[in-house]
C-alpha cells in the first residue's frame, strides 16, 4: 500500500504565503513524479505543477512566477512554495504522486487527502 499525507494548507490574507509539504510512505519501488492538483468547489479539477526525473518541472500559467516546487529524494516528499497568493487560489490542494509499486513495473497514480487553502481579498 502506498499512503500520502499532505499538510500546510490554511487560511491567508492576498498576497500572503504557504508552503504545503506531500510525503508518500508504504510499498515504493520509485517515484516517477510528484505535484499538485487543486479544486475549487464547482469547478473542475486543474494541474498546478509538477516535477519529473531530473527534476523537470511543470506549471500551471495561472501559478508561473509564484508558486515553486521541489521534492526531497531521500524523504518522498514534494513541497509546494505558494508566494503571492490570490484569491483565486483557494481551493483544495491534492497531492499527487505518479508510484511504482514495489513488486510490479507499471506506475500508478496516488492522491493525497487534499489540504484546504483559503485566501481572503
Known amino acids: 500500500q502506498v499512503q500520502l499525507v499532505e499538510s500546510g494548507g490554511g487560511l491567508v490574507q492576498a498576497g500572503g504565503s504557504l508552503r504545503l509539504s506531500c510525503a508518500a510512505s508504504?510499498?515504493?519501488?520509485?517515484?516517477?513524479?510528484m505535484g499538485w492538483y487543486r479544486q475549487a468547489p464547482g469547478k473542475q479539477r486543474e494541474m498546478v505543477a509538477f516535477?519529473?526525473?531530473?527534476?523537470?518541472?511543470n506549471y500551471a500559467n495561472s501559478v508561473k512566477g509564484r508558486f515553486t516546487i521541489s521534492r526531497d529524494n531521500a524523504k518522498n516528499t514534494v513541497y509546494l512554495q505558494m508566494n503571492s497568493l490570490k484569491p483565486e487560489d483557494t481551493a483544495v490542494y491534492y497531492c499527487?504522486?505518479?508510484?511504482?509499486?514495489?513488486?510490479?513495473?507499471?506506475?500508478?497514480?496516488?492522491w493525497g487527502q487534499g489540504t484546504q487553502v483559503t485566501v481572503s481579498s
Open positions: 508504504g510499498s515504493i519501488f520509485s517515484i516517477n513524479a
Open positions: 516535477i519529473m526525473g531530473g527534476d523537470r518541472t
Open positions: 499527487n504522486v505518479l508510484v511504482v509499486p514495489t513488486h510490479t513495473t507499471d506506475d500508478y497514480q496516488y
